[in-house]
């Protein structure tokens, strides 16, 4: 079992930065793939960012040159750098663990770009 916690969500304004952050607990956190999904409203949440557990990282194209995934196995942290934000990245981010079959999320930060 894996708790997910997620922080670092809020307002900005187009083109600007924020940093999201998941803390893990429970199980042998470098032995998943932790990733970062978003939900906007009346979409289907999509894959934003996943570091594997060999350390591969992977990027939806909307979000590729902008947004940065960082994990960190001692502390049990994923972070996602998100930089030159518009308002389309604007949803609900969840947090990712994955391994195998089985799949464990954060409750969610609302993300919002508007000037």
């Known amino acids: 079992q894996v708790q997910l916690v997620e922080s670092g969500g809020g307002l900005v304004q187009p083109g600007g930065s924020l940093r999201l952050s998941c803390t893990a607990s429970?199980?042998?956190?470098?032995?998943?793939?932790m990733g970062w999904y978003r939900q906007a409203p009346g979409k289907q949440r999509e894959l934003v960012a996943v570091?594997?557990?060999?350390?591969?990282?992977n990027y939806a194209d909307s979000v590729k040159g902008r947004f940065t995934i960082a994990r960190d196995n001692a502390k049990n942290t994923t972070n996602l750098q998100m930089n030159s934000l518009k308002p389309e990245d604007t949803a609900v981010y969840y947090c990712?663990?994955?391994?195998?079959?089985?799949?464990?999320w954060g409750q969610g930060t609302q993300v919002t770009v508007s000037s």
């Open positions: 990712n663990a994955h391994q195998w079959s089985i799949n464990f």
């Open positions: 429970g199980s042998i956190f470098s032995h998943y793939d």
């Open positions: 570091s594997t557990s060999a350390r591969n990282t």
